[in-house]
T-cell receptor, first 112, second 113 residues
Framework: SQQGEEDPQALSIQEGENATMNCSYK?????LQWYRQNSGRGLVHLIL?????REKHSGRLRVTLDTSKKSSSLLITASRAADTASYFC????????????FGKGTKLSVKP | NAGVTQTPKFQVLKTGQSMTLQCAQD?????MYWYRQDPGMGLRLIYY???????DKGEVPNGYNVSRLNKREFSLRLESAAPSQTSVYFC????????????FGPGTRLLVL
C-alpha cells in the first residue's frame, strides 16, 4: 500500500533552474522525510519535517508541509547536474509502528 | 565507518534455488529493515527487526524469511526463488524503530530465471 505519491513522475530542467517536487499522502503522519537515490545506489536521507512544522531548510533544499492538504513539496534551488537522481518521500504514518512508507518517486534530470 | 554493507552485489538464481542476502551495520543501530524495489516503484518493506531478537513482517513478506543474527547483522533468505522475486533488495538501519532517519546499504540486484 502506497502512502505517499510524488508528482511529477519525471522532471527535466536546465542547470541553474529550480526543481519542485510534490508528495501527497493519505493518513495522518508523525513526520515526512525526503530521500534521494542516485542511479544504481541506495537511498540517502535528505531532510525530515515533523507534523507540527510548516517549512524546513537545508542548504539548497526547502521542504514545506501542509497537513490540512496532506501534502509536502521539495524545492531544490539553483540545481546542478549532480542533483540528477530520483527523489522519494516517506511517511512515518501514525499506527505504522514507526515504519516508513515510501512513494514511487520523482525522477529528476538536470541538464548541464 | 562503513555504514550499512550488503553482500552479494549481484546474484543470478534459477527458479527453486535458495540463497541468503547478508546485511551488516556498524552504527550500533537497534532497528534493521529489508526492502525490495521494483522498476518504477518505491520501496516496499519485506521484514523488519525492531531490536535484536525480534523480527516482524512488513508489507510483502511471502516467500522470504529473516534472521537477526546479532545487533549488527540481519539476513534475508529466499528458500525457493521465483521469477517474481527478481528485484533490487535494500537493507537499512535506524537507531530505533521510531527513530526517523534510515540509513541504506548499496543494494543487491537479484535476477531469478
Amino acid at each position: 500500500s502506497q502512502q505517499g505519491e510524488e508528482d511529477p513522475q519525471a522532471l527535466s530542467i536546465q542547470e541553474g533552474e529550480n526543481a519542485t517536487m510534490n508528495c501527497s499522502y493519505k493518513t495522518s503522519i508523525n513526520n515526512l522525510q525526503w530521500y534521494r537515490q542516485n542511479s544504481g545506489r541506495g537511498l540517502v536521507h535528505l531532510i525530515l519535517i515533523r507534523s507540527n512544522e510548516r517549512e524546513k531548510h537545508s542548504g539548497r533544499l526547502r521542504v514545506t508541509l501542509d497537513t490540512s492538504k496532506k501534502s509536502s513539496s521539495l524545492l531544490i534551488t539553483a540545481s546542478r547536474a549532480a542533483d540528477t537522481a530520483s527523489y522519494f518521500c516517506a511517511t512515518d504514518a501514525r499506527g505504522s509502528q514507526g515504519n516508513l512508507i515510501f512513494g514511487k518517486g520523482t525522477k529528476l534530470s538536470v541538464k548541464p | 565507518n562503513a555504514g550499512v554493507t550488503q553482500t552479494p552485489k549481484f546474484q543470478v538464481l534459477k527458479t527453486g534455488q535458495s540463497m541468503t542476502l547478508q546485511c551488516a551495520q556498524d552504527m550500533n543501530h537497534n532497528s534493521m529493515y529489508w526492502y525490495r524495489q521494483d522498476p518504477g516503484m518505491g520501496l516496499r518493506l519485506i521484514y523488519y527487526s525492531a531490536s535484536e531478537g525480534t523480527t516482524d513482517k512488513g508489507e510483502v513478506p511471502n516467500g522470504y524469511n529473516v534472521s537477526r543474527l546479532n545487533k549488527r547483522e540481519f539476513s534475508l533468505r529466499l528458500e525457493s526463488a521465483a521469477p517474481s522475486q527478481t528485484s533490487v533488495y535494500f537493507c537499512a538501519s535506524s537507531e530505533g524503530l521510531l527513530s526517523e532517519t534510515q540509513y541504506f546499504g548499496p543494494g543487491t540486484r537479484l535476477l531469478v530465471l
